[in-house]
C-alpha cells in the first residue's frame, strides 16, 4: 500500500495533467481539443518553459534565483534597443543580449561565491537592482517601434531621438510566432537535457544537489560547477527574454517578471514526475505544460483571469507536497 502511494505521487502531475484534459475535452469538445488549440498551449508554454529550464540548471547544483524574471525584462529591453534603436542585424542583436545576459549574470555569480550570499537572498535583492537598471537604460519606459530613443541614447548621436529602425522585421516578429517558438523552445529542452542527463558536468551539478560537502570532498570543484550553471541559466534567460520580445513586439516594462512563479511552479512538478526527485528537464517541461493546460481549459470554461494565479499558487503548493512529503528527517 505504502508504495502505491508513493507511485501516484511520483506520477501525480502526469495524471492530474490526462484528467484535466479528460475532463475540458468533456465540457468544451472540439474547441479544447483540436489541433490549433494544441499549437495555442504550445505557444503559450514555450516562454514558461524556457524560463522554467533556467530555474531547473540552477536548482540542479541546489541553487536558486528568485531574478531570472527581472533579469529576463531587461534581456527584453537589450534586445529591443539593439535591434530597433541602434539598428543592429536580427541575428547580432541576438547575440548582444546573450552576452550581456551572462555579463549580468556575473554579479550574481559574484555574490554567491565569492560573497557567500545565500541564493534566495542574493537574487531577491538583484530583482530590485535589474528592475531599476533596467529602467534607467530605456529612460522608463517600454522599447517598442514608434518610440523615441532616451536621453543617453540621443546625447550619442548629437541629439537625434529617433531610432536607427523604424519597426520590427518579419523576421524579428517569427521568433516569438509557431511554429519558431515552439522549435526554440524544444532547442533549449534538449540542451538542458543532454546537459543535465548525459554529460559528467550534469552528474557533477546532481552530486552538488544532493550533498555539496561531499561532492566537494570527492574531488569536485564545487564553485567552477555552480558557475557553470549560473552562464547556463542566464543563457536560457536570455533566449525567454527575446522570445517574449518578439511575442509582445515590444519590450514592455516588467514584461518578464509574471513568469517567474509559473517557471519555480514547474520545475517543482518535474522535480516529483516518475520519482526523480531532483530539478530534471522532461519533469520540467512536464510541469509547465500542466500550468499551460490549466490556464488554457479555465479560461475557455469562463474563469476569470484574476482567479487563475490562485490555481497556479494551488497547483505549486500540491506539487511542493508531492516533492517533499516522502523526504525523511535528519
Not at 155 to 176: A, E, F, H, K
Not at 180 to 202: A, F, N, Q
Not at 284 to 293: C, E, K, N
Request: aromatic share 10%; net charge positive.
Amino acid at each position: 500500500m505504502k508504495n502505491i502511494g508513493k507511485m501516484l505521487l511520483s506520477w501525480a502531475a502526469v495524471i492530474v495533467l490526462v484528467v484535466a484534459i479528460v475532463i475540458f475535452t468533456i465540457v468544451k469538445g472540439t474547441a479544447f481539443f483540436s489541433v490549433a488549440n494544441l499549437l495555442n498551449i504550445l505557444r503559450a508554454m514555450s516562454v514558461v518553459t524556457i524560463f522554467a529550464l533556467a530555474a531547473t540548471v540552477s536548482m540542479a547544483p541546489d541553487g536558486f534565483d528568485m531574478s531570472a524574471g527581472t533579469l529576463g525584462t531587461f534581456s527584453a529591453y537589450v534586445f529591443a534597443a539593439s535591434f530597433l534603436w541602434f539598428g543592429l542585424p536580427l541575428w547580432l542583436a541576438v547575440v548582444v543580449t546573450i552576452l550581456f545576459t551572462m555579463f549580468s549574470y556575473l554579479l550574481t555569480m559574484f555574490l554567491i561565491l565569492v560573497c557567500k550570499i545565500p541564493d534566495m537572498l542574493a537574487t531577491c535583492a538583484l530583482q530590485f537592482v535589474h528592475a531599476g537598471l533596467g529602467l534607467a537604460f530605456t529612460g522608463g519606459s517600454a522599447v517598442s517601434a514608434g518610440l523615441g530613443v532616451p536621453k543617453w541614447v540621443a546625447n550619442l548621436r548629437g541629439g537625434d531621438t529617433s531610432p536607427l529602425r523604424g519597426g520590427w522585421t518579419q523576421g524579428s516578429q517569427n521568433i516569438g510566432k509557431s511554429p519558431y517558438i515552439i522549435i526554440i523552445m524544444i532547442v533549449c529542452v534538449v540542451i538542458c537535457w543532454v546537459l543535465l542527463e548525459r554529460t559528467k558536468h550534469g552528474r557533477y551539478l546532481y552530486a552538488m544537489g544532493g550533498n555539496k560537502i561531499a561532492a566537494k570532498l570527492s574531488g569536485i570543484n564545487v564553485k567552477k560547477y555552480r558557475f557553470m550553471a549560473g552562464m547556463f541559466a542566464a543563457l536560457f534567460i536570455a533566449v525567454a527574454g527575446i522570445v517574449v520580445c518578439s511575442r509582445n513586439s515590444a519590450a514592455q516594462i516588467n514584461g518578464c517578471d509574471s513568469y517567474l512563479m509559473s517557471s519555480l511552479a514547474a520545475v517543482f512538478i518535474g522535480r516529483s514526475v516518475g520519482g526523480a526527485e531532483r530539478p530534471n528537464a522532461l519533469g520540467t517541461v512536464v510541469g509547465a505544460l500542466l500550468i499551460t493546460v490549466l490556464e488554457n481549459g479555465l479560461t475557455m470554461c469562463g474563469v476569470v483571469y484574476y482567479v487563475l494565479p490562485a490555481v497556479k499558487g494551488a497547483v505549486l503548493c500540491l506539487a511542493l507536497v508531492a516533492a517533499y512529503i516522502t523526504v525523511k528527517e535528519d
